[in-house]
């Protein structure tokens, strides 16, 4: 299927080379030109234009860093919605805010368009290995007809509900993670502190009550999990300033819906901090430095 | 064999019966003479004083409410240590600080007792059904030496590591915990009130990295788990007032190792504000009102 | 002098009055009608578009409620800026975030019109009785130039530096006392609770290091001072919901300046929880309510 | 008067020469025989235990640092109310939590003796110049007895209500004062990282609602005020330890009175992070390195 892709960053590249592979006609855009030539170089037909590249599309798919650029690309003066076919079915990757997510869904819908929302969650490395999670929000039906096409792309496919509640699943999972790998981090700490053997410690928690994802996958305590970003120097997967940006988004959709998130807040405040100590690019898990004051 | 039990309260008195169901002959204290008069009836054979509960026997068990009874228990005039026959072993199941217990073993190994802190998760229901994990600090030996006894009443044995470990597993486990179900219930909160079906979120997340066991095992959101208190008006389980009291161990401990718990001493302020406002008897899972404002 | 008036809500209207009692001929708008209908009641001369407003005025005032609604008076189609005569002066008293203020101003600088940012203090209280606060960013000389006019209006002009600080300097110190009240509470309570005569802590407090605007002359406990809104049952004051709008832009500048706000995130979400609950239309002292469980 | 003063430290030795060049004959005590020569060559008669420091005193004077060393110093054995004389006046200076002071207190009572608790602030720099302020609890007759002996210390003697409330005042006193230097540190970085001179914005909220003690006569920001310790490399002061020690103590107050104290106790855990990142001897107004990252 002819598949237009707007945004060939470190994400939408490796998505887009993926549908390509799945045998698709993949037609690129992005805003820096150096980005569109290098995806050429990956077999994927350069545009100038959103719409140029829209032109006969019958999927178009986005990957964009925030709102204001996912609003634009969509409802802007030159814009998908001005240039697409009729009949063209849409999805959006980006993570954004989910009142941000409706109200684009709600004009493409205004037009005739069904459209997705569908944030995921692997990070680079789950994008090049089409090995993603997409979080869908939008009608059964939708979900069920880009299904294939999602699965060139990534692995575990979950339909969420609403237009919208892909965005919703998405923070709000991650909003429980940031949290969880704080409270982690504290117990690691504060275990070890008082003499127990960090390994068996873990091991005692992921049998019991305080365990989580945090603790029995990605345990921050370096030497706990040989997989983990804790044992490479926080290298590799989801980097604090990532998760900042998602704790934001929560922050704010918190704040329209009215729900006070004490833990929640506390902890963007943690890795704003973190960030702003000049560890942003260190995977998220790196905030043990905040409890323990240095990589333990 | 002779065990001396002290301390026949909720937890003591269904623990004392199991190892006399066991086939064990437990003498019992308690220095409420009612306790004592109760647990006369279910088989245990009743002391006027810790030193008539002590003499002669092999073992001595102690589950009491905090780090001064067990001083006062063990140390303290007319005590254990005074009294208990040469060679007798010691298990502490009370949960204290671990600073306390460490001192506790120091002075019973200065009389040549072996002494393990044997700490239990489980609750009355586990203590009933003999399904309690103990959390175990002491030398191994003296911990395959408890093996038997800790079987009659429990299920899960594990070692943490040398004396005080068991209170350090307990209390760090139960700090994780008490956070993880504060960020469990923001993101259920967020999420449901963002538009999602609280059992569609709980699902994706259970299967996501924002996974822990307050959300797959102990879902805080009523109707999520049939099995959770949340689903029965969060009563039975974990009381409020005992995860308080867990909190309280462990800002104590972080105090003394000088470990700043930024997210565990906000969850201790909101469970405290949860019992202040009248829920200390609820299940704490119930601390999601503190973020939706009533039961959900 | 010639003077438009954009936004005649609650503390619009007595501004824009007050500027006529001052000898000005002020023309009105606001995008409700009824709201000009009534100000023309009050003597301002009704206008039926922003461009009628402007049309001939010295002087443009807007007082609105964000900094979209701010964006769209000033930059948007039909705005100020496309329809203000050449040489009118311009001041913005809605408070909004410091950003969205230098934007606004840098685009009336850029056709040639001075602008300062002047958000207020003193409440619709203050807007009455023409005793407001105001914080003003911009230009030593535009300040100067726009001195009498704000002094028909209010009693404190503060000159805070270039434009968008009178913006920092309102929601830092707005940030400040909402922090502050809540110490305040915190002390109070607790204080209180140990035995101390609310008023004699009080007292001590006030001549000493604890001291704050909230406990000398705001204090929230019902009682203590008998000016303050807590001894008349939090009617009138600063709204619940005023503070945590102020709050939010502070959140968000904050973020935008990667400055991590520990407490007033903290304090951020109290206020959001007091405002859930209900309360939102109280004075923001009623957050001592958040700390007793109820109003003391 | 006859005067024994127990506890010769940094504060207690000051103020024991004061009492002596007040003209009293002061005989001293401290554990620590090194603290007892030195205090002799300062002119206070030393005493080589507590009975023969109390034999015959009038009054009874403790400066120590913690409940325990109060309690045995008082109430153990060999200590004060076993070998003071009948009548003799009881004064504890130390800081110590109510519950303790008030049970001191009582024992002291039951045996005919009258006692004030009566911590100070005022630091080491207060107590060499006699200007320490001391917050007094106990009967007011009591109060009016001490108020000359007092007088040789320190310059305001403050009456705060029954035995117990000179702790609680102090403690309360500086719970509030720790969130409010916190506030002052996130007000002070986030006015400045948007743009504003320090000192300008400091001089608008001291008139301001967002005006404390912790803003207009300690400011935490280097430059702003020069009497202050930031100003001077954060050196003398009230050190971030001590203020850490009263954070305990106002916390386990809040426990035991069942306040949910939620600034306080983020306050408590950021001064444990930055005492814990080895600045613990610096003034506790450093606290703004914990929002800015470095000194600023």
């Excluded at 604090?240 to 998130?261: E, F, H, N, S, Y």
Aim: glycine letters at 12%; aromatic letters at 6%.
């Amino acid at each position: 299927m002819g598949v237009a892709f707007i945004g060939l960053g470190h994400m939408g590249l490796p998505m887009a080379r993926n549908l390509a592979k799945a045998g698709h006609a993949v037609t690129g855009f992005d805003i820096v030109p150096a980005l569109v030539e290098r995806a050429a170089q990956a077999g994927i037909a350069p545009a100038p234009s959103i719409a140029a590249c829209v032109s006969g599309a019958e999927w178009v798919v986005t990957m964009l860093p925030s709102s204001p650029h996912v609003r634009a690309a969509w409802a802007g003066p030159g814009g998908v919605l001005e240039h697409a076919p009729a009949g063209a079915r849409f999805i959006d990757s980006s993570t954004i805010d989910p009142m941000a997510a409706r109200e684009v869904a709600a004009l493409a819908a205004a037009r005739g368009h069904a459209m997705i929302d569908a944030p995921v969650s692997g990070g680079t490395a789950g994008a090049e290995a089409a090995t993603l999670t997409f979080m869908v929000g939008g009608d059964a039906a939708d979900f069920e007809a880009a299904r294939a096409l999602l699965a060139s792309m990534g692995k575990n496919l979950v339909h969420c509900g609403a237009a919208g509640n892909g965005q919703v699943a998405k923070i709000c999972n991650n909003l429980m993670l940031a949290i969880g790998m704080i409270a982690t981090s504290e117990g690691m700490a504060l275990a070890t502190r008082l003499g127990m053997d960090p390994k068996v410690f873990a091991g005692i928690v992921n049998t019991s009550s305080g365990r989580c994802w945090s603790s029995d996958t990605y345990n921050p305590w370096p030497g706990v999990l040989d997989s983990a970003p804790a044992s490479r120097g926080y290298t590799g997967g989801f980097g604090t300033d990532l998760m900042l940006k998602d704790l934001g988004l929560a922050a704010d959709a918190a704040r329209a819906a009215k729900v006070p998130i004490l833990a929640g807040s506390l902890a963007q405040q943690l890795y704003q901090r973190h960030s702003s100590a000049g560890h942003g690019a260190l995977d998220f898990s790196s905030i043990v430095m905040q409890v323990t004051g240095t990589a333990p």
